[in-house]
């Protein structure tokens, strides 16, 4: 299970390779 942390990092890691 994902900590709250890694959520966040792969939640921006996302955003960033939308953009």
Do not use: A, E, P, R
Not at 11 to 19: E, V
Request: no cysteine; net charge positive; proline share 0%.
């Amino acid at each position: 299970m994902l900590s709250s942390k890694q959520h966040m990092v792969l939640h921006l890691n996302t955003q960033i390779k939308m953009s």
